[in-house]
């Protein structure tokens, strides 16, 4: 047992030596590796050099991981020479998943007023060789590189419209006294437009204006019209433009819910479609089409119902609101049939999704079909493929 003790000692010593070695100054946390692009270049991929033993464990923007908009990179485990062995190097490349993630990314870098992402690059947990060195073996085994966006005018008219809906909704509910504060985010979005994106847009010069950054640009097409607020021609996914129009307001109101005594908050929801008339074969409704990654707060995923609506017409002049998982009303079975349904399935996946966002507490949904907007004759219009959303807010608020 002495002898083998005594062996087991001589290999420690080895080992330490070796690390040693390789950790060479170590002590000195090396400063992190910074890279500027514009945010479009996670298109193609943004590519470093780095050595092979390192992976992409995460990716933050702030506090915010969002590793999962990026395409997985690094499956493979370099063998164990190159692991401990050597300082080899690869090219790492680091690519968006699509145009969804991209503006998603977009609108959490302005959620979170920051231009810059960090990757963490990491190799892979020896337990062994941290025993031995403990944070020696950390710094070695680590690093991290800083990637900083490059502002382009869709990055700024991005900033600008976050910042203001949320202000806007802030200032909203944050007024003293017990008054009902109604926000309705369609004249929201067309104040907005008005009075902040088109002076902007009208003092950049020629080559700003046709920026490439305006061909992929989700949000700035949702707001103006180019794609309407989310919807294809008959279809019901909530994209990333309307998304990103409704992340700043949802955010506001998280934010200041918590600064009242008493506080209720109603969210109503009102689908719309154009002319076209749903075709023969009918609309299937399934979630995979919605938008929605997380049904976990709904009981029942996709029990759509409506009033109010009948023969692709409303029965009057007022909006019939249902309460989300509600079994008043028409049921919507397993097809889309007609142009009634079609507002109610749009309004009722808007509302899920603000629900995930806000909670249940204190917190009443309800959606309506609009049924088709006859304010147009063009059938099939786009600006009509819409949904609008109101918040009322009933609060009082606490003494400071």
Same mark, same amino acid.
């Given at each position: ?6 062996? %087991?000692?001589?290999?420690? @010593? ?15 946390? /090396? ?10 270049? #996670? ?26 908009? $990026?395409?997985?990179?690094?499956? =493979? ?19 968006? =998943? ?25 190799? &892979? ?29 869709? &990055? ?34 067309? @104040? ?16 700003? =204006?046709?920026? /490439?950054?305006?061909?992929? $640009? ?45 506080? %209720? @908050? ?54 019939? #609101? ?51 907007? #006859?304010? %147009? ?24």
């Amino acid at each position: 047992m002495a002898r083998k003790t005594s062996v %087991s000692s001589n290999t420690k @010593l080895v080992l330490a030596l070796a690390l040693t070695t390789l950790l060479g100054s170590c002590s000195r946390e /090396p400063s992190p590796v910074r890279i500027n692009i514009r945010l479009e270049e #996670f298109n193609s991929g943004v590519s470093f050099e780095e050595q092979m033993r390192l992976k992409v464990k995460n990716i933050f923007v702030g506090e915010i991981s969002v590793k999962r908009l $990026f395409k997985d990179t690094d499956d =493979k485990s370099p063998p164990w020479t190159e692991r401990y062995g050597s300082i080899k190097t690869s090219r790492k490349n680091i690519v968006i =998943k699509n145009e969804d993630s991209l503006e998603e990314l977009r609108q959490t870098l302005a959620a979170q007023d920051t231009d810059h992402l960090t990757v963490i690059l990491e190799g &892979d947990q020896d337990t062994i060789w941290r025993s031995l060195w403990g944070s020696y073996y950390d710094q070695w085994n680590q690093k991290t590189l800083e990637i900083y966006i490059t502002r382009t005018p869709c &990055d700024v008219i991005n900033r600008i419209i976050y910042n203001k809906i949320n202000s806007i909704v802030k200032e909203q509910a944050q007024e003293q006294g017990e008054t009902d504060k109604h926000i309705d985010l369609d004249q929201l979005f067309t @104040l907005l437009l008005r009075d902040e994106i088109e002076p902007y847009l009208a003092q950049l010069d020629k080559v700003k =204006k046709e920026d /490439p950054c305006f061909n992929t $640009f989700q949000l700035y097409k949702s707001l103006t019209g180019e794609e309407i607020r989310g919807f294809g021609s008959g279809k019901y996914r909530l994209g990333e433009g309307l998304k990103g129009l409704l992340d700043p307001a949802i955010d506001a109101l998280v934010d200041t819910s918590t600064n009242w005594t008493r506080y %209720s @908050l109603s969210v109503r929801v009102v689908g719309y479609t154009d002319l076209v008339q749903v075709r023969t074969e009918k609309i299937e409704l399934r979630r995979e089409e919605t938008g929605i990654d997380d049904w976990s707060k709904i009981e029942k995923p996709l029990d759509v119902h409506y009033l109010g609506c009948s023969n692709d017409h409303l029965d009057g002049k007022n909006f019939a #609101f249902i309460r989300l998982s509600s079994s008043e009303g028409k049921s919507i079975e397993q097809k889309i049939s007609n142009n009634c349904e079609l507002g109610a399935v749009r309004a009722y996946v808007t509302a899920v999704y603000i629900l995930n966002k806000l909670g249940r507490d204190n917190v009443e949904y309800v959606y309506a079909t609009g049924g088709p907007d #006859f304010s %147009s004759n063009k059938r099939e219009d786009q600006n009509k493929r819409k949904i609008n959303v109101e918040f009322i807010i009933r609060a009082a608020r606490t003494d400071q």
